[in-house]
């Protein structure tokens, strides 16, 4: 049997010996270095950047065109860090899985340290300012989901936490944003040393919102007299503070029992999934798809390591924004909510068993094909219709990746702007009709019916984590499989708030459709597969 933390250089054969492909360096020479000039930051120490990040930074390890291991800060759960890192010394198994069965594995030993950075936790709080002094340090990268960068509630008003933050000693900083300014602060200080910023979370204009999150508590910090306009300046050049947009595509799920028992009977003997108290699941392996995309902006005012030659795509931000507007609001995040959506009424939790449903199928296809292409810009680096085949006929399908509904469901309201305003209003500018759309209204009124939390069949089930389902569920809480409700007075409250729409949903001319789809998917049970299969095959 093999595990994790055996020593690789020592006794390679062993790993070999069970398809595992080892590294080509030494880990605690890029450890070391790591210490001594730091190069990469990346924060969210989550299975997508074990799976991605990382190995892209292994690859630019192995080929001698990265000196120096990544260093992770983990700003949620300190369990990933302690039960997933620190037992493993920071080594984690990338399991790659494509649909024909078959099982790349690769150990990835590219992390030099990780850090749960926290205000709470005084060590990994110091160490990390003090890596943020260092005029050797390029570049940050994120992966902490769209909520990572709330400042902001349901209505637009700034968070009691922001608040806080604004008012308050950088040193006490809570948000997320707060607490990066304050290490972009400690840089400033050091002497304006440049760097990159760079966002990679899955939504559309990362960088910018990225940017302004950082901005609003810098100004806020300036207006209160903590800090000087100066480092407000700083913040504002892009010679020297960069906030770099991006697009990424990786399907990365939850680890998966299924796929640690096939490692099990490979002989690899780290296979424990791990569920830490504030709800991560992580383990000592990752599990993930072929396919992967990373576009981003060069923009590194303190230069970077030849990323292109880890296969990440280097070009301006209006090519970026090209390739993530047809990625994340048309041609894959729209059409894997809606899955997640009907998948969780229905009681499905596999991605890949619903694309053995017609009618799910003809949903994803309708979407994509009919009310999302019309209005995409062609980037050019990647073809937009052969982007959505890929993503329709291969990578959804494949039953070698253990995605769930449930998973994809997760923070929906967050979702919703960009995965179906940013086409809507894309219609609204260019004048084009919205009266043909049925599956972006349908998808709408199914997340209506979704917040019920009762399934198609009428069992109560469980909704995916989401930060405003306490604000939004009330709407509906009440109504029953059956009830004969103004559908109109119910839903105005969640369909009138542009910020979780980004749009006029009344302006797009589809306020009244939402409403209809979803008095047809509460008249009884079975309503929801009903009012689906009649809708996409009308």
Known sequence: MVRLNDDYQQNPESFEKVGIVVPKFDQKEITEAAENQP?????????????????????????KELKAGVIVAETYDD??????????????LQVVMDEKGNYDKTLVVSVADAIYYNHT???????????????????????????GYALRDVNGNLSPAAVTDIDGDPEAATTNMGAIARLLLARFNA???????????????????????????????????????????YLKNPQLVSFPWSMIDR???????????????????DTGIIHTDKHTNIAPFGNTEVTHYLVIEDSFPNGRPALEKAGVILTSRDVVNDADQMKVTACLNPLHTGLAIFGSLLGYTSIADEMENQDFVALIKQLGYNEDLPVVKDPKIINPKAFIDEVINKRLPNKNIPDTPQR???????????????????????????????????????????????????????????????????????????????????????????????????????????ETYFTDMIAAPGAVAKTLHSVINA
């Open 39 to 63: 190069i990469w930051v990346h924060f969210g120490g989550g299975n997508l950047f074990r799976c991605f990040h990382a190995k892209i930074a292994q690859n630019l390890l192995n080929s």
């Open 79 to 92: 369990g990933v860090v302690n039960q997933a890192y620190k037992p493993y010394n920071n080594r984690v």
């Open 121 to 147: 936790n005084t060590a990994g709080w110091s160490k990390l300012k003090h890596v943020f002094e260092q005029p050797s340090l390029q570049f940050v990268t994120m992966s902490i989901t769209e909520k």
């Open 191 to 233: 002497g304006k040393l440049p760097i990159a910023m760079v966002s990679t979370d899955n939504f559309s204009e990362n960088g910018k919102r990225f940017e302004e999150g950082i901005l609003t508590i810098a100004e806020g910090w300036a207006k209160h007299g903590t800090v000087s306009q100066d480092f407000v300046d």
């Open 251 to 269: 399907i990365t799920p939850n680890p998966a029992e299924s796929v640690a028992s096939i490692l099990k009977d490979n002989d690899f003997e």
């Open 408 to 514: 994809i469901a997760s923070d929906t309201s967050q979702k919703l702007a960009i995965r179906y305003g940013v086409t809507l209003q894309h219609y609204l500018d260019s004048g084009k009709s919205t009266a043909d759309l049925k599956a972006i209204p349908l998808i709408i009124a199914g997340w209506c019916r979704f917040l019920m939390a009762i399934q198609d069949d009428g069992q109560a089930f469980e909704p995916s984590r989401d930060p405003l389902l306490s604000e939004l569920q009330p709407y509906v809480a009440t109504i029953q499989l059956g009830d004969n409700v103004d559908a109109h007075e119910v839903l105005k409250p969640i369909l009138s708030n542009q910020s979780i729409f980004s749009v006029d949903l009344d302006k797009a001319g589809l306020t009244s459709q939402i």
